[in-house]
């Protein structure tokens, strides 16, 4: 029998989760200020080490890869023990592993932190997106994890202004000192989150999703909602790791490049925001397909201009700008469809999707070397169409009637 709820204590919940979206939030800004510090360095370390393109690219991806691919398994391991631990560790590992690239006396070394800081990466998604839709609190999901999103929007534009000024003062030996703020950060998300016990208390829910109920979504709606998910992944990561690379074949400076994703990445957030509301609002089906086919002529604009002036910079944003709307509408829907597997679902359409767009990174490196990194980047954008028709297959529509 369904027993009603009182308003009171619905609008309780809804406050107590409003606060534990904040905090992920801030410890989702310090996560991801650390996944953004390859990018603006790749041309000093190519120039240091004598890298090619593909080689650079395949420093940025290593560290995307292992930030991503394992997102599902810390979902399906913060599902059935407790969410607190990955939501600590993981930017502890994150933090540490990036922070020390600047000790690293070779290609090799700096690939292994780099993926020792990815799989703290990985660690904490799931758990902190799971922590802030908080599906069971009721309406209002999509508007939390826009929070939670932006929060690591925030850390992500940030990380190239702190990365490049470091090593700039300090040279790459000085990066370490950017692993401080995490460390002092720690205990205070620990102390600010419930202990597993908690969470067993207050949860009156099924078992966890089993693998085989989360592989029966994965070949349906929840496969979609990845497909759409990696590809917009693999557009913005060709955007980050290409576009300073762009700006040095131009001649232009390191701090421009910086800049360039400062600005994009900056957009990102009020991206996330906008689509976070907008998610709560409207049909996520269409918005999906719209952001997803605006997306293409955005980053394209991006690429032609180039970040020089203000018209080029405000191209930029908007390119940010619409790429990182599409992650609440996907994050949302993907939770909704396993509300019993909220982490592990997280992980798929997050890390695993993630993961795969950032391997066909790989690809533009290899194009960039034999015809460009500007062609190859260009050449790149149009797969957003195949996100749109994605986006727009019945079998979505139908999974939100299921769920109704």
């Known amino acids: 029998m369904h027993v009603a709820v009182p308003p009171s ?19 989702h800004a310090v996560n991801d200020t650390y996944a953004s510090f390859v990018p603006p ?5 190519m120039g240091d080490l004598g890298l ?40 502890v590992v994150a933090g540490v592993g990036v922070a020390a690239i600047g000790l690293a006396p070779g290609f090799w070394t ?3 932190l780099l993926v020792i800081g990815g799989i703290g990466s990985a660690a904490f998604h799931p758990p902190g997106a799971s922590y802030a839709v ?23 534009a940030l990380g190239p202004v702190i990365a490049v000024g470091l090593v700039q003062s300090r040279g790459m030996a000085g990066l370490w000192i950017a692993m401080i703020p995490v460390v002092i950060l720690a205990p205070f998300v620990y102390l600010a ?37 990696a590809i917009m992944a693999f557009i913005q990561r060709t955007f980050l790791t290409m576009e300073p690379i ?35 609002r409207v049909d996520r089906r269409k918005l999906l397909a719209f952001l997803c ?21 405000m191209a930029v944003g908007l390119a940010g700008f619409m790429g990182m709307a599409t992650l609440p509408p996907v994050v949302v829907m993907a939770q909704e469809m396993i509300p019993t597997g909220t982490a592990v679902s997280s992980g798929i359409v997050m890390g695993l999707a993630w993961a795969t767009g950032s391997l066909f990174v790989l690809g533009t490196g290899a194009a960039a070397d034999a015809f460009g990194a500007e062609a190859a980047t260009l050449w790149s954008m149009p797969v957003a169409l195949v996100a749109v028709a994605l986006a727009l297959h019945p079998s979505l529509s139908d999974a939100a009637l299921r769920r109704g």
């Open 9 to 27: 204590e619905t609008r309780v919940d809804e406050r107590s989760a409003m606060r534990l979206a904040l905090v992920v939030a801030a410890a």
């Open 41 to 45: 360095l790749l041309p000093r370390i």
């Open 52 to 91: 090619s393109i593909t080689l650079a690219a395949t420093l940025s991806v290593a560290f995307s890869v292992a930030a991503a691919l394992p997102q599902p398994l810390f979902g399906y391991l913060a599902d059935r023990y407790g969410r607190r631990p990955f939501a600590v560790a993981g930017p």
């Open 110 to 112: 700096l690939v292994l």
């Open 134 to 156: 908080r599906v069971s609190a009721g309406k209002g999901g999509g508007a939390r994890y826009s929070l939670f999103s932006f929060g690591g929007s925030v850390g992500f």
């Open 193 to 229: 989150l419930p202990s597993g016990r908690q969470e067993v208390r207050e949860r009156d829910r099924p078992p966890p999703a089993t693998p085989r109920e989360v592989l029966r979504w994965l070949r349906g709606p929840l496969g979609l909602i990845f497909g759409v998910s």
């Open 246 to 280: 762009i700006v040095a074949e131009r001649g232009g400076s390191e701090a421009l490049g910086a800049l360039a994703l400062t600005v994009y990445l900056s957009a990102q957030a009020f991206g996330t925001v906008t689509g976070g509301v907008l998610a709560d």
């Open 293 to 313: 086919f605006w997306t293409l002529p955005a980053h394209v604009l991006a690429l032609w201009v180039g970040p020089e002036g203000v018209w080029g910079l």
